[in-house]
């Protein structure tokens, strides 16, 4: 038997309503106990005890958005690479978006990317399928074996499913067998040739421009597909204050809509963009100081359920050059936990949202059993310093690429122990 | 040859050209000055200065160019530089070469001065970064063309003596013009009243916040104006994705008698060239000696060339680099 015991930690986990100062017994991957004098009330002599002092202890995150090289081009990312990232960024488990060489479109794919996870990732990760062969767009995926075979939900990943009759016979079919339906939502026409925010700022800087309406105009003919078939609907990542209006609305009318943003929407605006930077050039842009106000409120508020990291690793290569041709993408499985913070240590949301967007509405909405501190749920958490200033040195990145935008940075509060399936996987200032 | 060299002051402070934004009236004021004394020169039977004797100037063409050029040319050569023309074509481009790699390579050949243009916003500061010289930007995507604004300046000063208070009107394809760009900041800084006019398919978005009063009707936009800017419309641009016809476009954006005569009766016309002949100007308007300065921008050119390598090269060192 395998017995570790977390003593005096802040123990705060939104999902269970629980923020006492406490110990979790963790045995076989599994919490068996929670609560306060866990240890004086006589732990077994062959327990492991690894001492918190007091630092806050959450569900580990779960991100529901990241890209990775594998298969394909691994030279990017792996999904371990990935797994060291997540780990080092307190992500106990993240999702994996099906934008790869080949698409994960049929069932022996998910079944790789579920056997290459457990034989070379750290932490634990699912992919999601996409909802049309190839991405392309056309001809719909075997959603039903899909989901048997372990994708957690559907999408197209970083390509918006435009075609509306797909989109309709997607969201109708999946009802059957309540999948969720995962948009990346923009219309590519109406953003052709764009390379940041249509702005002002762009029109300086000689930059093609993608409005923030292309976004919102595919949201708002989604909402009427989901009224109508009533399917459970994602948007991966908003970012303008028109998309949270939008949703908003459609949350108070009831509709089975979700959402998710960016941890970078949410802390950088397009003026980060200024003097060409292309680790700034992301999918969607960044907007406006307005629209960044309005999607932290919707955070806030809840409009916004999840934040994610939408972790994208770029070749360097592909980055050095003139702004227009640089990719798209910035990592983020290191920086999503930091990144929320400063909005919790601004005032801006409460550290109970925060977790909730990281843990508990992630694995709500993907069905997964972790995201809790709860007797009888995977032993998946971390420990974390909120208050430990520090500064990101990209070079200490985990990930196969550097190309982060917080390069430089000054942050406040890690992880500093990532913990899954009840054993530790990550210990900030160990390798 | 003159033997006294650098007898005219410049205030200059910068170690590159990259656009007209950052600099100052009193910046922009001493270059058009060096400009006028070059102007002289150029007019002169020996044109030969040496202020950049055992310069190298590397003239690095991304985009076909032949006026630019041949411009930046000229104006090295009458400075003693030792000139090196390079047009990196897009097959080499697809070879594989990036942007940073041809610019350090170009490096490593020691220039003191490169001359950039480049089809992509933000290329020539991006090269900027990654070279030890001095960086002179003749034209990036839609950002920026200093030059192409110091010698529109240059021209209308020494036509109305004064940029003050003038009112300039821009016409045409604003949302792609790097000249339109860096003539408005530079009209702005310079105290000018900067119009745009155009169909809004080719107005950036935010215009209306960067100093300028838009129109989209000529005649409106026209009315009182000193000076009347025609932007040049691409071939790819005309026929239906920005305005749907050549002939609706002259029409109604193009410039002919009949719309010039809002503005003032002594406005001059100018165009950056080339032509598009029928299409964004009437040729009888285009070639009238009394209304268009069209080719005197090119002689200002050479002129306003001269001074931005010679101010930029006082700041370059003058001992042997280790």
């Known amino acids: 038997m395998n017995r570790t015991v977390f003593v005096n930690a802040r123990l705060c986990d939104p999902a269970s309503n629980l923020d006492l100062t406490g110990d979790i ?93 457990r034989d070379t990732a750290i932490v634990n990760v699912h992919p999601m399928a996409a909802i049309t062969k190839a991405c392309q767009g056309e001809q719909m995926t075997e959603i039903g074996l899909l989901k048997d075979a372990g994708a957690v939900a559907f999408t197209d990943g970083d390509k918006p499913l435009a075609n509306s009759l797909v989109m309709r016979r997607a969201l109708s079919y999946a009802t059957f067998f309540d999948a969720l339906i995962v948009q990346h939502a923009e219309d590519r ?157 601004a005032g801006s949301i409460t550290l109970e949202r925060a977790i909730d967007a990281l843990t508990t509405r992630p694995a709500k909405l993907l069905g997964l059993p972790s995201g809790r501190l709860q007797k009888g749920a995977p032993a998946d958490f971390v420990l974390s310093d909120i208050n430990v200033p520090w500064i990101l040195n990209p070079d200490d990145l985990k990930s196969k690429t550097k190309n982060t935008p917080y390069d430089e940075r000054r942050l406040q509060g890690r992880a500093i122990r990532t913990i899954v399936g009840g054993k530790t996987v990550h210990v900030l200032g160990e390798n | 040859m003159s033997d006294v060299e650098h007898t005219i002051p410049v205030n200059y402070p910068h170690r590159h050209l990259l656009g007209i934004e950052g600099l100052t009236s009193a910046e922009i004021g001493s270059i058009l000055d060096l400009s006028d004394f070059y102007v002289g020169l150029n007019r002169q039977v020996d044109k030969k200065r040496a202020v950049l004797r055992g310069r190298t100037q590397i003239n690095l063409f991304f985009e076909a160019s032949t006026r630019t050029q041949s411009s930046f040319e000229l104006a090295g050569k009458r400075l003693s530089a030792d000139v090196m023309n390079m047009s990196v074509s897009s097959s080499s481009i697809k070879k594989g070469e990036t942007l940073i790699d041809t610019a350090t390579t170009l490096n490593a050949m020691h220039p003191d001065l490169i001359v950039v243009r480049h089809g992509d916003s933000g290329a020539v500061e991006l090269l900027s970064q990654k070279v030890g010289c001095s960086v002179l930007n003749a034209g990036d995507g839609s950002h920026e063309h200093p030059t192409q604004a110091l010698l529109d300046a240059l021209t209308i000063r020494r036509r109305k003596g004064r940029l003050e208070g003038l009112i300039v009107a821009i016409c045409g394809d604003i949302l792609h013009s790097r000249v339109a760009r860096s003539n408005i900041l530079l009209l702005n800084t310079m105290g000018a009243r900067v119009r745009v006019i155009a169909p809004k398919t080719l107005l950036p978005v935010g215009i209306e916040r960067m100093g300028v009063e838009v129109y989209n009707d000529m005649r409106e936009g026209l009315k009182d104006a000193d000076i009347v800017m025609m932007l040049r419309l691409q071939l790819e641009r005309m026929h239906g994705s920005f305005v749907p016809s050549v002939r609706e476009y002259f029409q109604y954006f193009g410039l002919d008698y009949e719309k010039l005569a809002f503005a003032k009766p002594d406005a001059l016309i100018m165009h950056p060239g080339p032509m598009n002949r029928g299409v964004e100007i009437d040729s009888a308007v285009a070639d009238d000696i009394n209304r268009s300065v069209i080719r005197e921008q090119v002689e200002m050119g050479v002129a306003v060339r001269m001074a931005a390598l010679d101010a930029l090269s006082r700041n370059l060192p003058n001992e042997a680099v280790q």
């Open chain 1, 25 to 117: 017994l963790v045995e076989d991957g599994l919490i068996v106990d929670i609560g306060p004098d866990l240890v004086t009330q006589g732990a077994a002599s062959d327990t492991e005890t690894v001492p918190c002092h007091g630092k806050l202890l959450t569900p580990g995150l779960i991100d529901m958005r990241v890209f990775t090289g594998e298969p394909g081009t691994e030279y990017r990312e792996t999904l371990g690479s990935a797994s060291l990232s997540a780990a080092a960024g307190g992500v106990t488990t993240f999702i994996v978006m099906p934008n790869t060489e080949p698409v994960i479109d049929d069932v022996a794919l998910v079944d790789f990317i579920s056997r290459r996870a």
């Open chain 1, 189 to 345: 026409t109406l953003a052709a040739g764009g390379v940041m925010n249509e702005s002002e700022l762009a029109s300086r800087l000689g930059l093609a421009g993608r409005p923030a309406l292309a976004e919102t105009i595919m949201i708002e003919r989604d909402l009427r597909l989901v009224e109508l078939t009533g399917a459970r609907y994602h948007v991966a990542q908003v970012s303008c204050k028109a998309s949270v209006d939008v949703i908003r609305r459609a949350k108070a009318a009831g509709l089975p809509v979700t959402c998710g943003v960016s941890a970078s929407h949410l802390t950088l605006n397009e003026n980060d963009v200024a003097s060409y930077r292309t680790f700034m050039k992301l999918l969607p842009p960044l907007r406006g100081e307005d629209d960044r106000v309005a999607l932290v409120e919707g955070v806030a508020d809840g409009t916004i359920d999840v934040i994610v990291s939408s972790h994208h690793p770029q070749d360097p290569e592909t980055k050095r050059l003139p702004f227009a041709q640089a990719a798209f993408g910035a990592v983020g499985l290191e920086t999503l936990w930091p990144a929320t913070l400063s909005l919790v240590h």
